[in-house]
Nanobody, 123 residues
Framework: QVQLVESGGGLVQAGGSLRLSCAAS????????MAWFRQAPGKEREFVAT????????FYQTSVEGRFTISRDNAINTVYLQMNSLKPEDTAVYYC????????????????WGQGTQVTVSS
């Protein structure tokens, strides 16, 4: 069993930056692919970014590529999402997720989820 806890969300002006963290407990993350998803009010949960267990492979949603960076530190069981040049349309609850095996982009392919952290970008 893997427990995930996100932190780092908050209110930021458009153009600003935030760094989200996802701390894992219960099992080491070193064999899990990790991902960030987000869900805005009235919308479905959508994929944001994913990283392989080793950190050697990453993949991003088109709308965040070049602005967001996913990374991980397996030594401390933590995954990060650095978000730069934030836009109002990035406003959502951001969720961290884990799955054993290869990276995937569909939410139902992930087994473990955090409780989410709110990101609000004002215009």
């Amino acid at each position: 069993q893997v427990q995930l806890v996100e932190s780092g969300g908050g209110l930021v002006q458009a153009g600003g930056s935030l760094r989200l963290s996802c701390a894992a407990s219960g099992r080491t993350l070193s064999t899990y692919a990790m991902a960030w998803f987000r869900q805005a009010p009235g919308k479905e949960r959508e994929f944001v970014a994913t990283i392989s267990w080793s950190g050697s492979s990453t993949f991003y949603q088109t709308s965040v590529e070049g602005r967001f960076t996913i990374s991980r530190d397996n030594a401390i069981n933590t995954v990060y999402l650095q978000m730069n040049s934030l836009k109002p349309e990035d406003t959502a609850v951001y969720y961290c997720a884990a799955r054993a095996g290869l990276i995937r982009t569909l939410h139902y392919e992930y087994d473990y989820w955090g409780q989410g952290t709110q990101v609000t970008v004002s215009s």
